[in-house]
């Protein structure tokens, strides 16, 4: 995928966001969901559209690329400084969710990756809140 659509795909999680949390980006309210053989994880907050934020979403990319396996993309950031990513490398059209862990990722990028989710509605799902 070229950098150039990225950008255009993160609108589309947009929507999907306010359609689930009625927020557009942000922080949803319910941050915690499960990753199989690693345990919880914190669902920080989306990746910016704005080139002008620190967070910007290709700025970001950009920056980890190095540590990420070709056709992984990252989405949203955790409190840890990892990512949660969409995965094309199975389907071009319809992502799975993976975690990716920048540490795991330094040494081998495929071992930093976690299965999540089959989509990202389906992430969205699985949030919970810690205290309940």
Not at 35 to 50: E, P, Q, S, V
Not at 60 to 74: C, F, Q, S, T
Not at 119 to 124: D, K
Request: aromatic share 14%; charged share 25%; glycine share 6%.
């Amino acid at each position: 995928m070229a950098s150039s659509q990225y950008p255009g795909r993160m609108q589309l999680v947009n929507h999907v966001f306010h359609q689930k949390t009625g927020h557009t980006g942000g922080r949803p309210s319910l941050q915690e969901f499960d990753i199989k053989k690693r345990g919880t994880a914190d669902f920080k907050r989306l990746l910016h559209l704005d080139p002008k934020n620190n967070d910007y979403i290709v700025t970001v990319y950009e920056n980890i690329k190095d540590r990420l396996v070709e056709g992984v993309y990252p989405i949203a950031d955790t409190p840890g400084g990892d990512c949660i990513c969409f995965d094309y490398r199975f389907n071009q059209y319809q992502p799975s969710i993976v975690y990716w862990d920048h540490e795991l990722a330094y040494e081998n990028p495929e071992k930093g990756l976690f299965f999540v989710a089959n989509t990202f509605t389906e992430l969205l799902n699985k949030l919970y809140d810690e205290d309940e």
